[in-house]
DNA sequence: TCAATAGTGTCTATAAGACATTATGTA
DNA sequence: TACATAATGTCTTATAGACACTATTGA
């Protein structure tokens, strides 16, 4: 049991991690869901995760669950402590925190089901946010998005959700994508070409079905973006809901 | 794999909250460390902290060990998870797992010694810095100190480490204290008086004991400050990135 | 040619950095 | 009066937003 730890004010839990795994694809923002497949909250929505295990750190658990969820190397993301959650009745089985984590990565691979899972799936985060979801995932999911948002604004992790090389439309989709509404097109590629080490031209071009190539971009060194992507000088844009649901 | 807490892949843990406690104090930033009474690392520095009890939630506990080590009252301060730390080893007693928290408000009253606490006592950072801390305090107060930096650029906690009321000059010398290095005294005037909210000015006005009277302001209703306030327009004052955010 | 998308240029408004100038208190 | 600090104003440069215009592909 938890000899090791004395009984003094102690008071042993059970500690897991979540994941809120956004993608873009098919022009919408998506995350990773599973079916759970065991009480409690069986068959209910719910975010990837499991139990932290005994010689686990925190961003291994993390790492480890990506992989088993979606088969994925979960080096090739953004992975990023979101918040611990850690309310006494959050879980019934008994006193359980879990240290939510967000990944973002281009279009992922079709999950394969992972243990937990009956079944996993990308669902479009407008669907997912007026779903029901299992514990208080929907909470988490929600600060993920909120984190998201705020993040493409000062660092550089819109490239993150772009399979390498990308053209400037392609990231330029990204904010759109996760933000709800256009960007211009011309303000935005000179912002993102002239920030330094943003994106790195490769001095090759993609070739569309149709209209004009595109010069290709890989990610540049830098983590934050300096100035900023302004997102909203005024309080004007709300997030509309998008059509897509495919 | 898991189901119940009981067996399975289940591990039971400890789980604590330890705090980053910033305020300013004579021209400099402090933070807030007790001397160890008791094993492990008994006499050395570490962050004030103590165990989640059992029905609480991890604010609460928060909240609770702020009072026990400060004899403070937690509202009049900002509060706000950091970062929750789980590596395997990083207490010797067994599995732990902390929710580290950062705490900022305005010069704080002296300290009395909590529980777990010999003594405690405010330390100026960069002092702090250079010591041994318990466990692993060390990187938990260098993230608390990221974290207050950046912060202050985008949003306006800075008001936090102001009692009310305030000049400008005083949420100034907050920026320059935590920033480490002066900001035009005219420019930052505009900057905060033209930003929505960040400050409301109360009619009032203090006297020095020498120099012009200054205007008062009270803390505005904005929580996000825009524009943010720039930091660093060229790579001048470098003080590192760190996952910013909560 | 046209349709469609990529990319450039330009004008204007706003915000930032530098810094001179004026204002208002006490000793 | 001198002195110290608060507050305002002004000039210059950088960036953002809007949008006209040119470029390059396939059909």
């Not at 897991?16 to 869901?33: E, M």
């Not at 190397?73 to 984590?101: I, K, S």
């Not at 243990?115 to 029901?132: F, I, N, R």
Request: proline share 8%.
């Amino acid at each position: 049991m938890n000899r090791a730890l004395k009984h003094d004010g102690t008071m042993p839990a059970a500690v897991t991690v979540d994941l809120v795994i956004f993608t873009v694809r098919a022009a919408a923002l998506h995350v990773l869901l599973i079916e759970r497949g065991m009480p409690p909250f069986e068959g209910e929505l719910a975010l990837p995760g499991g139990y932290v295990r005994a010689g686990e750190d925190l961003d291994q658990a993390a790492l480890r669950e990506l992989a088993e969820e979606t088969g994925i190397n979960g080096h090739e993301l953004h992975l990023e402590q979101l918040r611990t959650f850690g309310a006494p009745e959050r879980d019934p089985r008994g006193r359980t925190f879990t240290v939510a984590y967000l990944a973002l990565g281009p279009d992922l691979p079709t999950p394969v089901a992972g243990t937990d899972a009956a079944t996993a799936c990308w669902v479009p985060v407008d669907v997912a946010l007026s779903s029901e979801l299992a514990f208080d995932h929907l909470i988490i999911l929600k600060e993920g998005l909120d984190r998201a948002r705020a993040k493409l604004e000062y660092t550089t992790v819109a490239a993150a959700f772009c399979r390498q090389p990308f053209t400037i439309a392609d990231l330029r989709r990204v904010y759109e994508v996760i933000w709800g509404f256009p960007l211009d097109p011309s303000n935005f590629r000179r912002k993102v070409t002239k920030a330094a080490h943003f994106v790195e031209p490769t001095g090759e071009s993609r070739t569309p079905e149709i209209g004009r190539p595109a010069a290709l971009y890989r990610r540049g060194s830098a983590e934050l973006l300096f100035p900023p992507m302004p997102r909203s000088a005024d309080g004007e844009h709300e997030v509309q809901p998008s059509a897509a649901t495919g």
